[in-house]
């Protein structure tokens, strides 16, 4: 699926549509979605690279990083606390106590 189907009435000059094709297809086979088949990845990463597009970007590498790097699922990063209380030892158990 090219990604003139996602444009929705969008209009860009014909190289423009080029590069972001040629970035949509490097992001689809980063993803490993190149099946053919319409899911909400293919859509979210299209439209990234359209707004990327729109904003003026036409390296087609930086369209596809931007994109993908937009649609990958946040993942929480624990803090650890930097001065964590010490835990004390029982004092030693010894021999006939």
Do not use: W, Y
């Not at 904003?55 to 990083?65: I, K, Q, V, W």
């Amino acid at each position: 699926m090219p990604i003139r189907s996602h444009l929705g009435g969008q209009h860009f000059d014909p190289e423009t549509i080029r590069l972001m094709g040629i970035a949509f297809e490097m992001a689809l086979v980063s993803l490993q979605r190149t099946d053919g088949s319409i899911n909400p990845t293919r859509a979210a990463v299209a439209q990234k690279i359209i707004e990327r597009a729109k904003a003026g970007e036409r390296d087609p590498e930086r369209l596809c990083e931007g994109a993908l790097k937009a649609t990958q699922p946040v993942i929480p990063v624990l803090i650890s606390d930097p001065n964590p209380l010490r835990l004390r030892a029982s004092p030693p158990v010894l021999p006939g106590s």
